[in-house]
């Protein structure tokens, strides 16, 4: 039996999780979705169990009937809607680090986190460096396989619009045409793609131990395939 039958996510009303959580209940081979949340989801589907916890924790007794041996992670923000470095930081990598270690406690195995293009705990910029802190402590928990997915430039429509994106995804339509090789990195990537990426990923039942990283540019490789 696949170790997909049961996953968990955590993020699923964002940008790519909301694409994610869609497309696993409709997946035919995975039987239950649990969603950790703060708030309830609107979705009513017989397979999704909803884990709703302000702290985005989870009690071992919640999935002791199907525990999930495949996790999910699509949170995150940026500074403008954060407010501030440290709120953004406690975001993007303590709350990102603390639900990874909350899932590989009730015996997740595999992890699938969203991070981007250009993560590095030596990076300049506060975002990137942040995102770095937050593979480095990911990859420590001790889960038998983390995939990072780093994409580029997110396009797709949010249910909080982000302004800085809107105007970067206009500028990058002009540029699409040149961006090849290396550069495709840094073309706008939409996130229902990211999203059937990390799904099909995990379909693959790939049981290599270690740590895997997909940028943009091996994304669109992927599902051209």
Known sequence: MSDLTSIILAGSTGLIGHHLLNSALKNEEIQHVYSLTRRPLDDICSKLIQVINPELSIDKEQVKDNVPKVGF??????????????????????????V??????IGVERIYVVSCIGASSSAFSHYLKCKGEMEDKVADIGFKQVTFMQPGPLSGSRTEP??????????????????KGFLLNYKPIHGELVAQCMLELALKNNHDNGIVRYTSREMFALVEQ
Do not use: W, Y
């Open 100 to 105: 990874a270690q909350s899932m590989h406690d």
């Open 162 to 179: 982000r302004t800085d994106e809107a105007f970067l995804q206009g500028v990058m339509k002009v540029m699409n045409p040149l961006m």
């Open 73 to 98: 992670i699509t949170l995150g923000t940026t500074i403008k809607k954060a407010g501030s470095k440290s709120a953004l930081k406690a975001i993007d990598v303590s709350l990102v680090v603390s």
